[in-house]
C-alpha cells in the first residue's frame, strides 16, 4: 500500500516550509505557528515507539510465522550489529532464503515431474539441434537419429521397451 493510501500529501508546513517565502515576511501568527511547528518536529527519547498490537494487527498469522525464525535470529543480532544493519542483514538473508527455496524446487521438480511417457502433464524439455554454419566442422548437420527416436518421451530407456 502506498504511504498516503492513494491520497496526494499535503504539506503542513505551509508557505513558511520555504526560507524565500520567509524572508518575503510573516505575520505574528505565521512565526507562532512556524515556532510551534518546529517544535513539534523534535522526536522524544523513547521514539520510534513499538506497539506490539499495531504488529500483531498490521501482520497475518501465516505471515507472522514464517518470518518468526529470521525475526528472532536478527533480534538477538540487533545488539550486536545495530538495529539498521540487522534490519537490512535480514531482508537479505530472507530474500536468499526465498530465492534458494525456489531453486531447489524447479530442481526437483524437473528431475522427478518431468514430462516422460508415463505421465499426462508437465513440462517437457527438448533439445533443439546444433547450430552449425558454413565453414565450421560438421556443417552439413546430420542427426544421428532414427525415425522412431522421435517424440519417444524416454520410453526406449523404460524396462518395458524390448527390442
Not at 3 to 18: E, L, N
Not at 110 to 118: L, M, Q, R
Not at 134 to 158: C, L, W
Request: one cysteine or more; charged letters at 25%.
Amino acid at each position: 500500500m502506498a504511504q498516503t493510501a492513494g491520497v496526494q500529501p499535503f504539506p503542513i508546513a505551509g508557505r513558511v516550509a520555504s526560507e524565500r517565502e520567509r524572508c518575503i515576511g510573516m505575520t505574528e501568527i505565521e512565526r507562532e505557528w512556524r515556532k510551534q511547528w518546529l517544535k513539534d518536529q523534535i522526536l522524544s527519547p523513547c521514539e520510534p515507539a513499538y506497539v506490539e498490537e499495531y504488529w500483531r494487527e498490521r501482520i497475518n498469522p501465516i505471515r507472522r510465522i514464517y518470518r518468526f525464525p529470521l525475526d528472532v535470529t536478527f533480534g538477538v543480532l540487533s545488539g550486536v550489529l545495530g538495529e539498521n544493519r540487522a534490519a537490512d542483514y535480514r531482508y537479505i538473508a530472507g530474500k536468499l532464503g526465498l530465492i534458494t527455496i525456489g531453486i531447489l524446487c524447479t530442481h526437483y521438480y524437473f528431475k522427478y515431474s518431468g514430462n516422460d511417457w508415463t505421465k499426462k502433464g508437465g513440462f517437457r524439455v527438448v533439445k533443439s539441434k546444433p547450430l552449425v554454419l558454413p565453414g565450421q566442422e560438421g556443417f552439413p548437420f546430420i542427426t544421428n537419429r532414427k525415425m522412431d527416436d522421435y517424440a519417444e518421451r524416454g520410453f526406449k530407456s523404460s524396462v518395458l521397451y524390448a527390442k
